[in-house]
């Protein structure tokens, strides 16, 4: 990858921060907007306490000069607001081992693993006594470094006109409406607490998400990625791992609790044959055009010039006010598991995330096939690879 980052902190530790490496020099940098796509990862009927303490602020520290990027590595760091309470049990250096500061360090320390976490795994992989050592790097939290990354992949793309938007599509039980163009509809996801596009559905997803806390329990939801403007030829034929919707199903599955992803018509081909499954081209005045898009935007790993579509299941989070039953590393005894303060529903948030993952994959597909030194290389190569397309 030519656009590549790096995410470091852990959940109640002192702050997270990201490094991107490879972002063309001028690129206007907008903090504001970085800031605004944090607080939508932060918002969703179903989230946990977590949210009333934190309220996610970027600071830029390295790589943009006077809100523009100059090509070097870009530095981001987000303040964790809880990191007061956490001083003595998550401090980076040795502490002092006077009584109060071994209790509060003990009171911390977790043995009881939860089921579907990387609890038990992490914990013999890494030789850890301590699961607390696993779940801190291995939580959600670890996605906000993630999200204000896609915040800046969405600058290079705003420079081309490409726009996204992520939308839940199911919680529970309960399904969406589905609607030809969500772009229509950006208002109304935006504005609503579960990213659905009717009062309805909301309603619907609503009482799914009560009932699971009604019962101490949790519960997820599916939801898609659409990105519009995104030009033909992103990705590649040759090789498996320049593919395109390879690219961007990895990027999607690798958010927490994600456990499958899909492009356009994804699992519903199965049913089809081959006339119902292809998106058949025309020519309309010298230009060619498709009346549907079950492809996704992408045909044998290359965008072709369709939307871009990407779908993705996520489960229940595994952390449940009435616990699973497990084990205690430490003693190898059958006990209940570890609750750490934890969401009812997070896919909305989820879907956020999955939408700046996606602009990172774009970006560097733009980077790849446009160069990638400096903007203004990179939009006279976009300009004149547009000419030639548009003449054949």
């Known amino acids: 990858m030519l656009f590549k980052f790096l995410t470091s902190g852990e959940s109640h530790g002192k702050c997270l921060n990201a490094i991107i490496e ?129 915040a800046v992949a969405k600058c290079l793309l705003k420079q081309f006109n490409i726009d996204g938007i992520s939308f839940v599509t199911q919680i529970g039980n309960a399904a969406a409406i589905e609607v030809d163009n969500p772009f229509d509809c950006i208002e109304n996801i935006e504005n609503s607490e579960l990213r659905v596009i009717s009062e309805n559905d909301f309603e619907k997803m609503k009482a799914e998400i009560d009932s699971a806390k009604a019962n101490g329990d949790t519960i997820g939801g599916s939801f898609k990625v659409v990105y519009k403007n995104v030009p033909v030829g992103l990705g590649s034929h040759v090789h498996w791992d320049r593919k395109l919707d390879g690219l961007l199903a990895q990027a999607v599955m690798s958010i927490q609790a994600v456990k499958s992803v899909e492009i356009g018509l994804g699992s519903k081909t199965v049913g089809l044959t081959g006339s119902k499954t292809h998106d058949e081209i025309f020519v309309n005045d010298g230009k060619y055009e498709r009346k549907s898009n079950n492809a996704g935007g992408i045909e044998g790993g290359i965008s072709n010039g369709e939307n871009i579509v990407v779908s993705a299941s996520m489960k229940a989070i595994p952390t449940m006010i009435k616990p699973l039953n497990s084990v205690a590393l430490d003693t190898k005894e059958n006990v209940s598991a570890h609750f750490e303060r934890s969401d009812v529903c997070a896919v909305p948030a989820c879907a956020v995330v999955a939408e700046a993952m996606c602009a990172i994959i774009l970006a560097d597909a733009m980077m790849e096939k446009f160069s990638h030194d400096s903007f203004s290389e990179m939009k006279d190569n976009y300009n004149n690879y547009l000419k030639r397309i548009s003449e054949r």
């Open 22 to 150: 490879g972002m063309p020099s001028g690129i206007a940098i907008d903090i504001n907007f970085i800031n605004k796509e944090l607080a939508r990862r932060q918002t969703g009927y179903g989230r946990g306490g977590r949210m009333k303490i934190e309220t996610d602020t970027a600071v830029i520290l390295a790589g943009v000069r006077h809100g523009v990027s100059t090509g070097a590595p870009i530095c981001i760091q987000i303040e964790n607001k809880d990191w007061e309470n956490w001083k003595i049990p998550m401090s980076a250096v040795a502490v002092e081992l006077n009584e109060e500061n071994l209790k509060l360090t003990e009171e911390k320390k977790i043995k009881n693993v939860r089921p579907g976490h990387a609890d038990y795994a992490g914990a013999l992989k890494y030789n850890h006594s301590d699961v607390r050592n696993i779940l801190e790097r291995s939580s959600a939290r670890e996605t906000a470094a993630r999200v204000a990354v896609g």
